[in-house]
């Protein structure tokens, strides 16, 4: 069974920044788009941002110039700089696939709160 674990969270301040890191434990990592989600409370979990095997990456207009995602296939991980963040980012953050994977569980995701 694949596991995602999801570390990096926390409290930052408005204009603040976190790392976000995923560790997947699938050999063959290498070969999935992967992305990040972010589910506000009270709301669906949300695709914010996806990264292609080939590195190629794509962002939801809410975060576009703030986050960056980048995956290290070394170490089967998938991270997400977000930079200048806003109130609107606070949250859960979880990684998957791209679309998220029919036979993977979510991990417990990381919490991101932004506040002053």
């Known amino acids: 069974q694949v596991q995602l674990v999801e570390s990096g969270g926390g409290l930052a301040q408005p204009g603040g920044s976190l790392r976000l890191s995923c560790t997947v434990s699938s050999r063959i990592f290498n070969l999935y788009p992967m992305a990040w989600y972010h589910q506000a409370p009270g709301k669906e979990r949300e695709l914010v941002a996806s990264?292609?095997?080939?590195?190629?990456?794509n962002y939801v207009d809410s975060v576009k110039g703030r986050f960056t995602i980048s995956r290290d296939n070394g170490n089967t991980a998938v991270n997400l700089q977000m930079n200048n963040l806003k109130p609107e980012d606070t949250g859960v953050y979880f990684c998957n696939t791209n679309p998220p994977h029919p036979s993977w569980s979510w991990g417990q995701g990381t919490q991101v709160t932004v506040g002053s």
């Open positions: 990264i292609n095997s080939d590195s190629i990456a």
